[in-house]
């Protein structure tokens, strides 16, 4: 599945983004006067292949959740049993995700592909206004990652197992009409792997890549940065190898994020990112396939400086910059109506001679 999914994904189509800016340059505006999102558009026709580009609605957020063994290294002060609760309350409609997916009409889906604790039900009275309550679907290649400071986060077949979970979940939801994904996260502790994930693939020192995930003090925000530092030594992972920089430090919600993101080049349908994890993620999916490029767009820049690392390594441009760093998806849901308004303008906005509107 992984090396026909990496097949199937090529460059943006040219044609159509020509004709996307000789459009953009009838519409009834200044030329240039929309900023960004001209080339947003413009990227969203070359990534279909067509002028004016679908409109990218509805939109499907697939939140990926994952333990980590690093955990036990006191990089969060937060207790691991909070990744299955989070969960609980993503099911139960009553996490940020789920206020801003109901916000932006979209839909919410959960997948685990490695909670280390047994999940809460969901509470079947309790339901989420967007048709219903978000769906669970429970893939778990193993019971969250060892503990990438002893040994390597995961084997090359459990890597490409996630990987898998993710490309399977991107095709699923587009077959049930999403036309645009949303990355979501949820994992105590990942922010280490996506700190040691965004070092390995840039090459940048561990201090430039890690952060403070959920707000940890300075004495364990300087400890964070040296077990990131000491895992990459003991692995000296080989950014040429992005499936072995996965497997050394990554995690399973990660691995699965880096195939939801491939499954989403390959079909052609547009992944709004959310953030560092997100980010991290799409590293390693522009490692495997660089095409894949083409189908992603930065929802945000995170708090986390990772992710500006990535970002700039990407040659994406956040869309907004809110010093967010929650993560589960938050940030991709806030920049959904800029990218649906970058869109709408090609399929709404009358031209200069359509308007009888005097160019200068």
């Known amino acids: 599945m992984l090396?026909?999914?990496?097949?199937?994904?090529?460059?943006?189509?040219?044609?159509?983004?020509?004709?996307?800016?000789?459009?953009?340059?009838?519409?009834?505006?200044?030329?240039?006067?929309l900023g960004a999102l001209e080339e947003l558009a413009v990227r969203l026709a070359g990534l279909a292949g067509t002028c004016p580009p679908p409109?990218?609605?509805?939109?499907a957020v697939a939140i990926f959740a994952g333990d980590h063994g690093v955990h036990a290294q006191r990089v969060s002060p937060w207790p691991q049993e909070v990744t299955g609760q989070m969960v609980g309350n993503f099911l139960a409609g009553g996490a940020v995700v789920n206020a801003f997916a109901r916000q932006a009409g979209a839909s919410v889906t959960v997948v685990d592909v490695g909670v280390a604790t047994p999940l809460p039900a969901p509470d079947p009275t309790d339901a989420d206004d967007n048709g219903g309550l978000p769906r669970l679907v429970t893939t778990p290649v193993r019971r969250g990652t060892r503990d990438l400071t002893v040994t390597a986060a995961l084997t090359r077949e459990e890597t490409t197992a996630a990987i898998e979970v993710g490309i399977r979940i991107a095709g699923e939801l587009i077959d049930a009409g999403a036309r645009i994904l949303l990355t979501g996260d949820m994992g105590i502790g990942n922010t280490t792997p996506a700190a040691a994930l965004i070092a390995a693939l840039t090459g940048v020192d561990a201090a430039e890549?890690?952060?403070?995930?959920?707000?940890?003090?300075d004495p364990t925000y300087h400890h964070k940065i040296e077990v990131v530092r000491a895992a990459?030594?003991?692995?000296?992972?080989?950014?040429d190898d992005?499936?072995?920089?996965?497997?050394?430090?990554?995690?399973?919600?990660?691995?699965?994020?880096?195939?939801?993101?491939?499954?989403a080049a390959a079909r052609r349908v547009p992944v709004l990112l959310d953030g560092v994890i997100a980010v991290s993620a799409a590293l390693a999916a522009a490692a495997l396939a660089p095409d894949a490029v083409g189908a992603m767009i930065a929802g945000h820049r995170s708090a986390e400086p990772g992710a500006?690392?990535?970002?700039?390594?990407?040659?994406?441009?956040?869309?907004?910059?809110?010093?967010?760093?929650?993560?589960?998806?938050?940030?991709?849901?806030?920049?959904?109506?800029?990218?649906?308004?970058?869109?709408r303008v090609l399929h709404e906005v009358a031209t200069f001679d359509a308007a009888g509107v005097a160019e200068k």
């Open 242 to 263: 992005p499936l072995g920089v996965l497997a050394a430090v990554g995690g399973l919600e990660h691995a699965a994020l880096t195939g939801f993101v491939l499954g």
């Open 3 to 33: 090396e026909t999914t990496i097949a199937a994904i090529g460059p943006l189509d040219e044609p159509a983004m020509t004709a996307a800016r000789q459009l953009q340059a009838r519409l009834t505006k200044p030329a240039g006067s």
């Open 308 to 343: 500006t690392v990535a970002l700039r390594r990407l040659g994406l441009d956040p869309l907004i910059d809110l010093g967010l760093r929650l993560g589960e998806g938050t940030g991709a849901l806030l920049a959904l109506p800029v990218v649906t308004g970058a869109a």
């Open 209 to 217: 890549a890690t952060g403070r995930g959920t707000g940890v003090d």
């Open 55 to 59: 409109l990218p609605t509805p939109a």
């Open 232 to 239: 990459l030594h003991r692995h000296a992972p080989d950014p």
